[in-house]
């Protein structure tokens, strides 16, 4: 049997006060406004098919698909397969759908709100979630088509420029 003498429990007793507190998870609170900005740029070449409409119009589907390289703080900053399908119906309207995918396979997706794919449109896009690193992303962007060349009937390829945006993951304020 072990005697407690006074010296002993005094160092036991400092020992015990001195001694750190079980460790606790540390929760960092969101900050309400926490969008992390970003720019980059999509080069994309791909076919549009049209069809003709009233007053020398024509409505098409777009398919494109090229690169897109981005740079931002927080997981965005990096190059991705960009795709994307589109309908333009020839009177100022244009919508559509489109996936980024990195170099893991790791996916963006999202939605696309502009005119025509033409040189100098402005296009908006709204990211809508995503796959393995981006779960929970949600954000929004826009860009200006710096040129689009068709050629021949169906071949177009463009360039994006001013390509801007925010993103934030699920889970923070609205």
Do not use: C
């Not at 398919?63 to 981005?70: E, K, Q, T, Y």
């Amino acid at each position: 049997m072990i005697r407690l003498t006074p010296v002993l429990a005094g160092v036991l007793l400092a020992a015990g006060t001195l001694a750190p507190p079980p460790s606790a998870p540390v929760q960092t609170p969101v900050p309400a406004d926490d969008w992390i900005a970003f720019e980059g740029s999509w080069s994309a070449t791909g076919e549009r098919h049209t069809l003709p409409t009233q007053e020398n119009r024509t409505a098409a589907i777009v398919r494109l698909s090229g690169s897109v390289v981005l740079t931002a703080h927080g997981g965005l900053g990096r190059g991705f397969r960009g795709e994307a399908i589109g309908y333009d119906n020839g009177y100022e309207v244009g919508v559509g759908r489109w996936v980024w995918t990195d170099e893991r396979g790791d996916r963006l997706f999202g939605e696309l709100k502009g005119g025509p794919v033409a040189t100098g449109r402005r296009t908006v896009g709204i990211v809508t979630g995503g796959t393995g690193r981006y779960a929970g992303i949600r954000g929004e962007y826009e860009f200006t088509w710096q040129y689009v060349v068709s050629e021949g009937t169906t071949m177009v390829q463009g360039r994006t420029t001013g390509l801007k945006g925010r993103f934030r993951r699920a889970g923070t304020s609205p």
